[in-house]
C-alpha cells in the first residue's frame, strides 16, 4: 500500500490550500484516514482525521478554518485550508489505517504514512 501526497505550496496568509492524498496497492477497506503536520523543531501532531463512516476530529488549532473529507470509491482524503496562518507552515502527512485479505482467511492491518508535501505560509 502507498500514499502519494500532493498540493502543498507557498501561499500568503489569509490564502487557501487543498491538500489530496491517495491510497494505493492492495487493499480490503480503509478505515481512518487522516493528516498530520510537523513544523520544524516541533513533533508531529494530528491535524484532522476522518473515520470511514464521515465521522471527523479536529485539532483545536484548525477548527472552523480546515476541512477534511474523504472519497471512498477513490480512496483519496482531502484537507481543504482556509485562512492560513504563518503558523500553519509545516511538513504535512497523511495517514491511512486499512485491512488487506490474505490467504487463508488472513486479515491485515495496516498503517501507512504518505511522503509529506510542504505548506508554508507567509505572513
Known amino acids: 500500500v502507498q500514499l502519494q501526497a500532493s498540493g502543498g505550496g507557498l501561499v500568503q496568509a489569509g490564502g487557501s490550500l487543498r491538500l489530496s492524498c491517495a491510497a494505493s496497492?492492495?487493499?480490503?477497506?480503509?478505515?481512518?484516514m487522516g493528516w498530520y503536520r510537523q513544523a520544524p523543531g516541533k513533533q508531529r501532531e494530528l491535524v484532522a482525521e476522518v473515520t470511514s463512516g464521515g465521522t471527523t476530529n479536529y485539532a483545536d488549532s484548525v477548527k472552523g478554518r480546515f476541512t477534511i473529507s474523504r472519497d471512498n470509491a477513490k480512496n483519496t482524503v482531502y484537507l481543504r485550508m482556509n485562512s492560513l496562518k504563518p503558523e500553519d507552515t509545516a511538513v504535512y502527512y497523511c495517514?491511512?489505517?486499512?485491512?488487506?485479505?490474505?490467504?487463508?482467511?488472513?486479515?491485515?492491518?495496516?498503517?501507512?504514512w504518505g511522503q509529506g508535501t510542504q505548506v508554508t505560509v507567509s505572513s
Open positions: 496497492g492492495s487493499i480490503s477497506r480503509i478505515t481512518d
Open positions: 495517514n491511512a489505517m486499512g485491512e488487506t485479505a490474505q490467504p487463508m482467511g488472513v486479515i491485515e492491518v495496516w498503517k501507512h
